[in-house]
């Protein structure tokens, strides 16, 4: 893992992230079944198209979204409480070999890794309900596990006004296997994109 320390948002970190298959949005790259997505052309495209321009994708914030990061230093903090733990912010995080990456919500010692939602109250007692990792957040979880090599990840669900469901989530190694199969897969078609239609006379 390479880790690049700049703050998550920043022009830095969103200049490290051009072109770059993120964990956030391994989901539209492979299924949770470990196959090939529908949707990985168009992520493809869009990450050409940022490598090729120079300019990330514009990014929509929905209000429930921007409640979910106000609140996320809260959630740290709750986590760190309960678990008598640091949790170490970090900027972007790179596969050691591949242009593919992640941006944790913390990481645990030399082990661990956070992953923190801060959902509409019903979203959360649906996830408090259930008692595991939503399926929509599979492939960013395994993705984090994967790019940094660390051994488990907890994911949080936090709410002010209720109690925050936390799990822990091992590495499932053959799924680990597929998932850095397809990754690679985009990296490469990017590349030779890029590549292909960069103009040089620019």
């Not at 912010?89 to 992953?115: M, N, W, Y």
């Not at 259930?130 to 395994?142: A, I």
């Not at 680990?176 to 690679?184: P, R, T, V, W, Y």
Request: hydrophobic share 40%; net charge negative.
């Amino acid at each position: 893992m390479r880790v690049l320390s700049c703050e998550q948002g920043s022009d830095e970190w969103l200049r490290a992230r051009l072109g770059v298959p993120s964990a956030s949005m391994f989901a539209k790259i492979v299924t949770t079944k470990g196959a090939w997505s529908t949707q990985a052309d168009s992520y493809i495209n869009q990450l050409i198209a940022e490598d090729l321009t120079g300019e990330p994708t514009p990014f929509y914030q929905n209000e429930h979204m921007a409640r979910g990061t106000e609140l996320e230093p809260e959630a740290r903090s709750a986590y760190e409480f309960m678990h008598d733990v640091v949790v170490e912010q970090v900027g972007f995080c790179l596969h050691d070999t591949l242009r593919a990456g992640c941006s944790p919500d913390g990481l645990i010692g030399e082990k661990g890794g956070l992953e923190i939602k801060a959902p509409a109250a019903a979203t959360h007692v649906s996830y408090l309900r259930d008692g595991k990792l939503p399926s929509k957040y599979y492939q960013q979880v395994m993705g984090c596990l994967w790019i940094t090599g660390r051994e488990w990840w907890d994911f949080m669900s936090y709410h002010p006004d209720m109690k925050p469901l936390i799990v822990r989530v091992e590495r499932d190694e053959e799924y680990i296997a597929a998932l850095e199969q397809h990754i690679a897969k985009a990296v490469e078609l990017i590349a030779v994109n890029v590549d292909k239609f960069f103009n040089k006379e620019k």
